[in-house]
């Protein structure tokens, strides 16, 4: 009986699927268990090995928790809305669609062929109307929903209004913009429509907005932080600038708190936490009003330190800050102006990770010091952003080093009292009692009781207030893309209007080009058939816009993040077309109880997804304030790349031994062209790409050998390792094993092809185990010793995620058992189980041979016995003269006089004596046998 793995393989998948072996119930007497993979974004090129590093794990979890009496959802889908796929259409002309189409084909293929234990009848794409529907769905809802901070949570916009008839604003107490104005309802009755809808705005969780973006104009696209890399694109290397744009934005904002605060609620890895904590940067202190001299401005600041207040030399602003173009002198105007246009080359990140550099340039203005009222000069430098704080800060050199450096560098006068000196509650005492002429002001004050005294005294003066502040900034939420999420919003004299919930989903319009328009505008002002009839609700040609009953359509989308907000929610009833889901199956469902993915998108998804679920609880949509009980951050595969050795300036290539015997340029060429003994074939390396047809290659011992680097596995490096010949070698079943043998699953483990054919042995070894099994052949007490074992650790491990110490003890039980020539079905069946949420094709087949006709999946994960492991024997080591010479097995209970007589009786004991009687015969019971002749 031959281990032919891929007749058994395809059969399986074959099974499952006709099946439906993994369609899980939305409703069940069984307890749920919500297991959660970060869906894919279905890339042209597959998967590599590195790609199913999590999807292993929690296929594992999810068929253990079925094993152990658990419904189990355990779904797919895919990002499939994005850039690279417009990247593509704009180069080809090709349809986004049909490129995604095609990816997703491939990507479904090379997920079926792994083994996975998904439920497909839930499947979602982001791209498919029937799912944005749901996303537009929820951009509407909050676009209709302010933040209440008296009840702590959003409300539909409609009580606000109510507010706002009633008694005006003057007592609503919202998270809304800066610069609201204050109004009766008087005030509120006499308004236009118009006006209505402008301060409305102002409050809704959706909101549009001059907002400063990364805009890259070769993409034609604004790109968030995490596109950006040293200031250019992450697709295609593009220059970045900052940029001033009317966006959507959401008020995130609204939940930087709560969003803190739910962290201490959840089981994700800390490192996660500490980066969301970081990026939400809550922070105390004051908000602080400098007047600005001359003018009718305010440069408003936010300080952590108000107490350094008298230690403020000189104020900086953000390049971008909107007070700089108003203050600049005409002496200082071209030098101000160049140094806004250079810095908005430069994206945020890099300003923010750029500690070394100086710069900055004099507005030639003077703002005026709340308390003293002398002038401090206004300069603009780039170490301040716009999205941080206020966009300003008070420099204060003797407490903050940036400060200091920056005055020194540019010959800034600071009192000599600070001159270098470190923040020191006495020299602040001084200086100010020195300013204000009043001995009482700071003087004997501790930290906290200073800081109070100067935010009471700025509270008096009309110049600041206590103030929490949060570094997280609202996010911006449209983009100049074609393949993306249309938003169900047209325009009426510029205000944007929601189309109804029940002409969802507004689906994207056909174009011919993908690229902005000639006039700047987004691709979908290439639509001929983008305007909104309000009497027939349908999408219409452009050219019957009349403002009256045909109003243009949004021509931004949105961006990657917006479908993958709620998707864990939507594949609880993905297939319901009347709700986003219905009450019963998010009832029985509730939340995702572990969802496994990369630590790459601890800022982004992770943070954003969050933000959407409160929103949802807050409006009584969702049942849990948190998605996600358990998260799992997988560590990455690495590539061992391959190393090819060029002399400088030549078309010649020397072997790794050589190299140090020239001035070299390394190369990296295609891993899969180089065998287990790092050599590649010249012939194969001039076939793979032409700049090696003609090339020369110096050699040695006749053998060309490539260097070798562990890095990230990537197609750039040429490191790729495609798990479809891995599969067709040596099955999904050894890949899997091998995956998770490689090491701990949050670790980066780098990736070795000939250490597969370990657990490629195994398991022909396992299936050989099974080939004389004998249902009436009773277990030996060393066969339940080893099975029972098994289980324990192996229950252990998988409750634990430690899978890769799970296939050693794999490894270890079947050794064991071939030693022991087990051939009893009741130890074998339970090992079957044991083994198939690791190797489940081997399993399932192994399960029918025993005689099952039902999916292994349905039995019950066998249950430890520690009986089996309670040693009832003992090998004492049997020594003459205090050297052992063997060993025998003795039971425990066995007394001393029993042992001595057994021992001396043995045959190998009388050969030792040969007939010479021994001077004493030593006896510890459970140790140890000596005698002495």
Known sequence: MDYNFREIEAKWQKYWAKNQTFKASNNSDKPKYYVLDMFPYPSGAGLHVGHPLGYIASDIYARYKRHNGFNVLHPMGYDSFGLPAEQYAIQTGQHPAITTEANIKRYREQLDQLGFSFDWSREVRTSDPKYYKWTQWVFIQLFNSWYNKTSDKAEDISTLVSIFEKEGNTKVQAVCDDDVQEFGAKDWAGFSDRTRQEILLQYRLTYLADTEVNWCPALGTVLANDEIVNGISERGGHPVIRKKMTQWSMRITAYAQRLLDGLDSIDWPQPLKDSQTNWIGRSEGAHVEFNVQNEDYKIAVFTTRPDTIFGTSFMTLAPEHELVAKITTAEQKAQVEAYVEATAKRSERDRMADVKSISGVFTGAYAEHPFTKEPIPIWIGDYVLASYGTGAVMAVPCGDQRDYDFAKHFDIPIPNIFDGADISEEAFADKANTIIGNSDFLNGLNFKEATRKVIDELEKIGQGEGKINYRLRDAVFSRQRYWGEPFPVYYVD??????????LPLELPEVEKYLPTETGEPPLGNATHWAWNTQTNTVVANELIDDKTIFPLELNTMPGWAGSSQYFNRYMDSQNNEAIYSEEAIGYWQDVDLYIGGSEHATGHLLYSRFWQKFLFDMGIAPKKEYAKKLINQGMITGTSAIVYRISGTNKYVSLGLKSEYEVEELRVDVNLVNTSDE?????????????????????????????????????????????????????????????????????????????????????????????????????????????????????????????????????????????KCKSKAILEPLAILVSPYAPHIAEELWEKLGHQESISTAAFPKFDEKHLVENSKEYPISFNGKMRFKLELPLDMGKDEIEAVVMAHEKTQAQLNGREPKKVIVVPGKIVNIVG
């Open 494 to 503: 510029g205000m944007p209007q929601m189309i109804a919930d029940e002409h």
């Open 680 to 820: 590649i074939r010249v012939e194969d390396l001039r076939n793979w790409q032409p700049e090696f047809k003609e090339a020369e290659f110096i050699l040695e011992d006749g053998k060309y050998v490539v260097g070798r680097e562990v890095e990230k596995m990537s197609k750039r490096w040429f490191n790729v390792v495609n798990p479809d010949n891995i599969c067709e070698e040596y099955g999904a079943d050894s890949l899997r094993l091998y995956e998770m043998f490689l090491g701990p699953l949050e670790q980066s483990k780098p990736w070795n092809t000939a250490g597969i054919t370990g657990v490629h042995s195994f398991l022909k070894k396992l299936w050989k185990l099974y080939a004389n099994m004998e249902e009436a052949v009773q277990p030996t007490a060393d066969n339940l010793k080893t099975l029972h074992k098994t289980i324990k650790k192996v229950e252990e491990d998988i409750e634990n995620f430690s899978f890769n110490t799970s296939v050693s003890t794999f490894m270890i039980c079947v050794n064991e058992l071939t030693a022991q």
